[in-house]
Structures are given as structure tokens and as C-alpha cells.
């Protein structure tokens, strides 16, 4: 079927770049993207970062809705989908096809008093004029965003507490082992870090802990993590997976419907599992895929995923994807400030065969993920040895003298 009119849901990084492609591969029909905010598509990593400390005030993406030939309208949410229609709280928008780019929303604490979260530009601005000197701050969550909060906030001079239920920060995406190393970083900044702390709920002035235990806040912030914005589809016939289940060339379950950005959970053969990526990384490459299939093209997204964070000082880089049952090896020693945690799996394909393509089961160790701390080349060579699906050796990648890239074809 010619597609004609393509309709955005969600005028986020995912959104805008899925508009962005379309045009520079030629299509000339119309676009309409409509977005809850009222503000133009910005980038969301800085508010946690120099939007924070107060060096920057501005975060929106460099695009031009008129250049692009696109009929933004802001202010304007998606309700529903009918037989190729978008419903708005505005009224609906006919489509071809729809790209679904709602993105996710933070999730919340019980209780009665006010919590703040930091999603949108309207938190990150309130919460900063809230942020002073000797402000006490309470951060429920001491995942990525609650660690660059606490960076930003001890940086404007507010005494900083973190509540983590669990027994290291970031431990949810990285592993106790590893977010073990972190903990020192919350002190040396002057943060409070309390572990093995769960919240019970947010009250006026502070947070209820388990037991009766009380800590003071005059502001909190639940960064506890976020859910996909998926809601408004319940009933549509559009599968729901942990957020949209979209197939590897980023289809939902009905036809000229796609997903893209936080909002999707996508195949890889990769990894042999569906992952939904919250990374801006992957907001700003997959609407290429995206935009490829609405044209017609037969595109696959499968890719390293890429995450960054600034924590205390720190540039923390992180590729690959990996579970428990991944061995650990160290690059360096994480006391330090220059380490990389390294993760090897040796249930990959066989010798020379590449990564997901069947090829049988190999005793080779290969790279599945790292994360390197103030070592980018680490990471940068790393993540292409992961694409690759190279056996590596062991030995020499714990060796930080040797460069990544020299530890493949090893060992096995
Ligand atoms: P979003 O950016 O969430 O955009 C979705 C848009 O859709 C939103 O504007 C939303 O209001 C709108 N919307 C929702 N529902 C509807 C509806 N029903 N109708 C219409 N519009 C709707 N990633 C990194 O890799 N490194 C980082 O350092 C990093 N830092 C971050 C710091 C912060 C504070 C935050 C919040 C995120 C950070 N991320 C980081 C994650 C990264 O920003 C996201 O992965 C990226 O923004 C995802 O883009 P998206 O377009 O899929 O979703």
C-alpha cells in the first residue's frame, strides 16, 4: 500500500527522529506528530546533568517543524486507535501509518505528601528552583537517575540523602557486585547513601521507612524507575508486552502500526530475548528501521545497546546487554577511577559463526557487555568486539594495558 500519511504519537527524541528520517529518505507525504507537552521535542539526558547544576537552560532539539514539513501539535495526547485512526483528546488523525513514540513515565510512592519525579523539562525547571543551599533533599532510587541527581543537587550545595531498597546502587542494571563499587562515590561527594533501605511511603516532610523510621525531607524525588506510556492502547489490539511488543523491524501486532523509543520491546536475536532499551541511544537510531519499513524497506534492529551516565564526577559508559549468568571479569582495579567491568558469556554461537545466526553453541567466551568507568576507548572498542560476536581471551582482557580490540580471537 502506498503510505501517504504517516500520524507520531509522542514528540520525544524517538518521535522527532522517526520524522527526520522519513524526509531525508525522500518521503514526501504528509506527517503529523502530536505531543502531550506543550514544549517543542527536547533532549532529556541533560536535566538530570547541566540543565540540573544550572549551565544550561535549553535542551531543545535542534529541528525545524517547518523545514521538515511537519504538523507538530503540542499539547495534544493520544487516546485511543481506531481502524486507522489516531483519537486524540483533540479529535483523530487518519493515518497509513501510525508510529506509536509515547515513551515512558515515572513510577510513583504511596502517601500524602508531595513527590516530585524528573521526566519531563516542567519537573527538572520546578525542581530546580527548588534545589538551594542547606535544601535536604530526599531521592528515593539510587538507580542512574537518582545518582546523577545527587550529583547535581550536592553540586548546588543541598544536603543529599539516597534511599536504595537494595543492597548497592544500580544494582537493577548492573548487578550488586559491580554497583558495590559505586557506593564509596555517593560519600565522597558529600551524599548520604543509605542501602537496604525500602520506603514505605512519601509523607509532608519526609519519608516513612519500615518500622516507624523517619527521614527528614524538604524535598523528595522518587526515581525508583519508569513504565512504558502504553495505556491509552489497552483494548486497541496493539500487543502489550512490558510496553508494546514489536517485532525485529519494529511492527506491532497490527498492521501499519509501529513502536519505537522507550515505549517498545523488540526482538533481538542478538541476545535471544525482548528487550525495551531506555536509552537515548536507541530513541535516536531505531526510527531509521522505523522509517525504512514504513516506505517499504524490509530493515532489522538488532542492535549493541549504548547507554551513558555522569555519576559523581565520573563518565560511566555502559554496551552490550547481560544477565546473572554471565561471568565477570575486571579490567583495572574499581577502587580506582578508571576501571571496566567486563561480561563473558560462552554459550554463544560456535567459532567464526556471528552472533544469533544459529550456528550452534561454542565453548568460546565472548563479550556481552561492559561497562567502562572514565575509560571510553574501553568502551568504544568493546562494543564493536560485542557486534562482532568474536571469541575473546579472558587473560588478556583483564589486562587494562591491553588495548580491548587486541583481546579478540583468543583464548576459546
Ligand atoms: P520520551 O523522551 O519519553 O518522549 C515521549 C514523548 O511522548 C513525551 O514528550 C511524552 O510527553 C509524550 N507522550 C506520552 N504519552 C503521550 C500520548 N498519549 N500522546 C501524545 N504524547 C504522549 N539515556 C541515556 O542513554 N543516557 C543518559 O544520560 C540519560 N539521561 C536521562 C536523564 C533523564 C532525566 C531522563 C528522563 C532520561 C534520560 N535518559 C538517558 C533516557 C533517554 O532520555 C530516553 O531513553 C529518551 O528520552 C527516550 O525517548 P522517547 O522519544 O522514546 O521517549
Known amino acids: 500500500m502506498r503510505v501517504e500519511r504517516v500520524v507520531i504519537a509522542g514528540a520525544g527524541l524517538a518521535g522527532l527522529r522517526t ?38 537552560d535549553d535542551t531543545t532539539l535542534a529541528a525545524d517543524p517547518e523545514a521538515l514539513g511537519l ?97 548497592a546502587p544500580v544494582a537493577g542494571a548492573l548487578g550488586v557486585q559491580v554497583g558495590a563499587w559505586m557506593a564509596p562515590w555517593y560519600a565522597e ?62 511492527r506491532t501486532s497490527v498492521p501499519g502500526v509501529f513502536a519505537v523509543g522507550d515505549c517498545a520491546a523488540f526482538i533481538s536475536r542478538r541476545y535471544h530475548a525482548r528487550l525495551r532499551v ?46 546473572g549468568a554471565d561471568r565477570l571479569i575486571w579490567r583495572g582495579d574499581p577502587a580506582g577511577r578508571e576501571w571496566t567491568a567486563c561480561w563473558l558469556s560462552g554459550t554463544g554461537p560456535g567459532d567464526g559463526a556471528g552472533p544469533g545466526d544459529g550456528a550452534g553453541t561454542g565453548d568460546a567466551e565472548r563479550l556481552v557487555a561492559l561497562l567502562a568507568v572514565g575509560r571510553p576507548r574501553d568502551l568504544v572498542q568493546g562494543r564493536r568486539l560485542i557486534a562482532a560476536g568474536l571469541p575473546v581471551d579472558p587473560a588478556r582482557l583483564a589486562d587494562p594495558a591491553i588495548a580491548v580490540r587486541d583481546t579478540a580471537g583468543g583464548g576459546g
Open 19 to 56: 520524522a527526520e528520517e522519513l524526509r531525508s529518505s525522500g518521503f514526501q507525504g504528509s506527517i503529523t506528530m502530536v505531543g502531550a507537552e506543550l514544549h517543542p521535542p527536547y533532549d532529556r539526558p541533560p536535566l538530570t546533568k547541566k540543565f540540573m547544576t544550572g549551565e544550561l
Open 71 to 167: 504538523d507538530l501539535r503540542l499539547g495534544e495526547a493520544a487516546t485511543g486507535l481506531g481502524e486507522a485512526v489516531l483519537h486524540t483528546d483533540r479529535g483523530e488523525h487518519a493515518f497509513d501509518a501510525l508510529v506509536v513514540a509515547t515513551g515512558a513515565s515515572p513510577v510513583g510512592l504511596p502517601g500524602n505528601g508531595r513527590q516530585r519525579f524528573l521526566r519531563t523539562l516542567d519537573d527538572a525547571r520546578e525542581l530546580r528552583s527548588a534545589l538551594r543551599p542547606g535544601t535536604r533533599l530526599g531521592v528515593v532510587g539510587g538507580g542512574w537517575i537518582g545518582g546523577e541527581l545527587a550529583t547535581a543537587a550536592a553540586r548546588r550545595g543541598c544536603q543529599v540523602t539516597v534511599v536504595e531498597a537494595a543492597p
Open 189 to 250: 561527594s558529600g551524599v548520604d547513601l543509605l542501602l537496604g533501605q525500602p520506603v514505605e511511603s512519601v509523607e509532608p516532610g519526609g519519608l516513612a521507612l519500615p518500622g516507624g523510621g523517619w527521614l527528614a525531607a524538604d524535598q523528595i524525588v522518587t526515581a525508583i524507575g519508569v513504565r512504558p506510556q502504553v495505556g491509552w492502547l489497552a483494548g486497541s489490539g496493539v500487543t502489550l508486552a512490558d510496553g508494546i511488543a514489536v517485532d525485529e523491524r519494529l
Open 278 to 323: 531506555e536509552h537515548w541511544d536507541c530513541a535516536l537510531h531505531a526510527p531509521e528501521v522505523v522509517a525504512a519499513n514504513i516506505l517499504g524497506g524490509d530493515k532489522t534492529y538488532d542492535p549493541v545497546p549504548y547507554f551513558w551516565s555522569e555519576q559523581f564526577g565520573r563518565m560511566v559508559q555502559y554496551a552490550g546487554h547481560h544477565t
